[in-house]
């Protein structure tokens, strides 16, 4: 029986032994990586039971191996393990395991020091346990993945971690730019490191019915309630543990009939230069559409992502910031269809010059002209140095830079 909890998998393995006292009952396997030292994987003249189990892995992980045994005595006190008959490990020996009494042991050969540690990849594996002492029980294995945890009890003390890994989802069908109408199908691929929980699937920002529960994640959309025009479909996906993941998104054409169908086009005519020191910036855009005057239009416009408001050519911006901008821009007609494709412009401003004072990019005389205008006056836009002063040393940091 396997259960995963989060990213830690329970490996629950029964054991039935009718030769001897060995008697292995769960084998919880919550996590594990490349095991320790290894035996030779061949078993004594005299064993007393053998059990093979085969286990399945969700993922591969890194696990440190840990058993719980009922020692008889001081020198009866290991059993053999095999993983996959090359990973043999003798668990326990030495003389740290008390007598008659359950003990988690994670060592191998009798040294507390060599700890049995296994890397499984995802898939089957076959659990071997031979007893090779009589008398010796064990009744649960965990393989964990959290190193630092010390099983006391039953084991139980070494919880999962929360599972904090989001699902994937895309969106399959229809097709980014499709034309649609009546039924449609929708389906998506989600997938999780746990499990998924759900996929809501979702219409321009709004839920379309219920979330499917169950792969595959399909729904059918009827598109008559829908006006004609471009439209964006997007996925949820939800784990188990809460965590979600909103797909990409994928524009469609609703084609009901009737109407006009086909988007504008949006074309940003004039805007600052690809870099440039001045902090404030202007752009033109036209629109044109197949249907609507261009006079007609509305724009909506956006810088650097920021949501989209209604807007008009030109468009200002002031104050910006040093760095890099795009400004975006996208037409909409009488009908409702807006450009899925909006015209953008990126461009950077860098710090001005030294000396630029009348914002050109450029230190002229103008400039000159400007510092000599408010010599020896509390000027504060020609105060170079910091003095408060307009004077020789403002003078020679602007001819420093006079003709760039």
């Not at 346990?129 to 190193?147: F, K, Y």
Request: net charge negative; glycine share 10%; with cysteine.
């Amino acid at each position: 029986m396997t259960t995963k909890r989060h990213s830690i998998f329970k490996l629950v393995l029964i054991f039935v032994f009718v030769l001897g006292s060995l008697l292995a009952r769960d084998v919880v396997a919550p996590n594990k990586v490349a095991l320790a030292a290894a035996d030779s994987c061949t078993p004594p003249a005299t064993t007393y039971g053998t059990d093979t189990m085969t286990v399945s892995v969700p993922a591969s992980a890194t696990y440190t191996i840990w058993t719980r045994m009922l020692a008889p005595s001081s020198s009866a006190n290991s059993i053999l393990l095999s993983i996959d008959g090359t990973n043999c490990y003798n668990v326990g020996g030495g003389s740290s395991i008390p007598a008659n009494s359950w003990a988690w042991v994670n060592y191998n050969d009798g040294s507390s020091s060599n700890v049995i540690q296994a890397s499984l990849s995802q898939g089957t594996h076959t659990f071997v346990l031979t007893g090779t002492q009589s008398g010796v029980g064990i009744d649960r294995i965990e393989a964990l993945t959290d190193g630092s945890c010390i099983p006391t009890g039953t084991g139980d003390n070494c919880a999962p971690p929360p599972d904090t890994t989001a699902p994937t989802v895309s969106i399959s069908a229809p097709a980014s730019g499709a034309t649609v109408s009546g039924t449609t199908t929708i389906t998506a691929n989600a997938s999780d490191n746990v499990a998924v929980a759900s996929v809501q699937f979702k219409l321009d920002g709004n839920n379309l019915g219920s979330a499917d529960t169950a792969s595959p994640y399909t729904m059918n959309w009827s598109t008559t309630g829908v006006s004609n025009g471009t439209h964006v479909l997007t996925a949820v996906a939800t784990d188990t543990s809460g965590n979600a993941t909103t797909s990409s998104s994928v524009s469609v054409t609703v084609n009901n009939g009737g109407g006009d169908i086909t988007p504008p086009t949006t074309t940003i005519s004039s805007g600052p230069a690809s870099s440039t020191t001045s902090t404030s910036a202007s752009f033109s855009f036209t629109g044109s559409d197949n249907v609507t005057p261009a006079g007609s239009l509305t724009f909506q416009c956006s810088l650097d992502s920021a949501a989209y408001s209604s807007c008009t050519s030109p468009k200002t911006y002031s104050g910006l910031a040093v760095g890099s901008h795009t400004f975006s821009v996208k037409a909409t007609d009488a009908a409702g269809n807006t450009d899925p494709s909006p015209a953008t412009q990126t461009w950077t401003i860098t710090a001005a010059l030294i000396g630029d004072l009348d914002g050109d990019g450029h230190v002229t005389g103008h400039d000159l002209s400007i510092l000599l205008a408010n010599y020896g006056a509390n000027y504060p836009p020609a105060e170079f140095d910091g003095t408060n002063v307009v004077e020789a040393h403002d003078l020679s940091l602007l001819l420093a830079n006079y003709g760039k």
